[in-house]
């Protein structure tokens, strides 16, 4: 499946943000890094090949692989650029979010309109460079190994599967220091923030504006906190807040996860909703339901990719992966919970096999994705707090108290994915953001996001002295593509520098955050 079928599916099924989100978002500071470096090569900007924009150029950054060690050679990372389309204001440096992910494919040759607006694309030219470990193809897992991980139950509950469990992450990840090496003991998120200053040196930019999203806030806050004078202005959509520890955020992450499975059972009660689970215990079915699986794995015949039984491990992962986009897809967490109840798991077993990899009709996994493992593993704590199969129990238990529905599922594809990485972390959390010598900054949290809890971007944005709060009410993960006041609020500031009321809301817009149609049909 083609990288832009892969994008879209991923949208649509809001699957990379779960993913994403399951990580844990915890990050990065140990050994400070050199905040200097030579002056890179300047950005020699060329038309991106084949792109049907023509303000599209494309370039490659050069930048240290390991900036205590320049002696230790470069590395290339893939920049792009939308040239403005009018009066141009100045440069807009854009991040996605990840880790793992790059922007440069989506800024060279797709049309920005789902992520920016048009008075945007007109004033700024938007640049975007690919961080470290996006373009060069980390590799921790084979594909005979990549398989037997996934279909691994990764809920572990007898002392055997905790041990079993320690025995394949420790495996998994000397693999992505084995196949990766040196770059992967230079992946972290504190070396791509000093590759963003480098950015803006290879521009020849004396300042710079920033909007980040999800993992992206994180980079832009530590930016200004280390290079307080570079920024106009900067906008932070949906916060990662890293000024916690590790299990504190993952834990509220879970939590969210488990309000958004409240919020689909409100929704299965309001009548003129299509719930097929209307009227029944919700909990009691779906429990059923995964203890049966926990012992026998139900059947997937109608998943196209693989028809491989289903466990409890990739029905709850799915269920949760459903769960968290909000109204859009509680549709599918229906579908899933009614389907599965009835014996037929093929819609988890679908989505499971596009989200970890196997999308090939012979069972054959992609090779991508493996680059958010080694820079979380490299960013957080993990890798020392997560050592034995004890300290994954404590784990288990912790996060299942604060999330007794999706806790033991966040647990599988998180912070588990960190023991025993072999590189020692970096900078790593908790982090301060207090902010000095910074202009006014723009938050934006919304209410109803389970991939970045609105606690988190009030908590960044606390932490920011005269910084301005946006808060959007309504489901899903980011905000400036789902809301035209966020847009106009957001437009104003980066444009003019007009500062929005601090604590403004502004209102989901239906038409830009629309239901996701099922990619199974139902069951009769």
Known sequence: MNYAIRKSFCRRAALSAVLIAAAGYTAAYATDLPLTAPPPPSINWQPCPDSPFANRDCATLTVPLDYANLAAGTIDLPVARARATGSKVGTLVYNPGGPGFGASDTIGYDNLDQSFTPLLQSRFDIVTFDPRGAAQGIRCMGFGLQEHYWETNLIPRTSTELNDRVALEQNVNQGCLTNNDPLARHIDSASTV???????RAMGLTQFNYMGRSYGTFLGYRYAKLYPGRLRAMV?????????????????????????WQKYKEWCKVASNPCKMRGRDIDAVFNQTLAQARVNPLPAP?????????????????????????????????????ESSLGDASVARYFYDFATGAV????????????????????????????????????????????????????????????????????????????????????????????????????????????????????????????????????????????????????????????QDLLLPPLP
């Open 360 to 515: 090939e009709p012979n069972g054959n996994y992609r090779q991508d994705g493996q680059a958010n493992r080694a820079i979380t593993c490299v960013d957080t704590r993990w890798s020392q707090t997560l050592r034995t199969a004890a300290d994954l129990q404590q784990l288990l238990q912790q996060t299942k108290a604060a999330a007794p529905r999706f806790g033991e599922s966040s647990v599988g594809q998180g912070a588990t994915n960190c023991i025993g990485y072999p590189v020692d972390a970096i900078e790593p959390t908790p982090l301060s953001v207090q902010l000095t010598g910074v202009p006014p900054f723009v938050v934006i949290g919304a209410t109803l996001d389970a991939s970045t809890p609105y606690a988190w971007s009030t908590r960044i944005a606390s932490q920011i002295q005269g910084s301005r709060f946006i808060k959007r009410i309504g489901y899903g993960h980011v905000s400036y593509d789902k809301s035209r006041c966020v847009q106009q609020k957001v437009d104003n500031y980066l444009i003019s520098l007009t500062l929005p009321a601090n604590g403004s809301t502004c209102q989901t817009d239906p038409d830009l955050y629309p239901p």
């Open 302 to 338: 109608r998943a196209p990719f693989t028809q491989r039984p289903v466990n409890d491990w990739i029905l709850a992962f799915i269920a949760q992966a459903f769960a968290q986009p909000g109204d859009i897809t509680f549709n599918s967490v229906d579908q899933l919970v009614y």
């Open 236 to 260: 932070l959509d949906a916060a990662i807040d890293r000024s916690v520890p590790d299990r504190q955020s993952f834990t509220e992450n879970a939590a969210v996860s488990d309000t958004m």
């Open 194 to 200: 000093r590759d963003l200053e480098q950015f803006r």
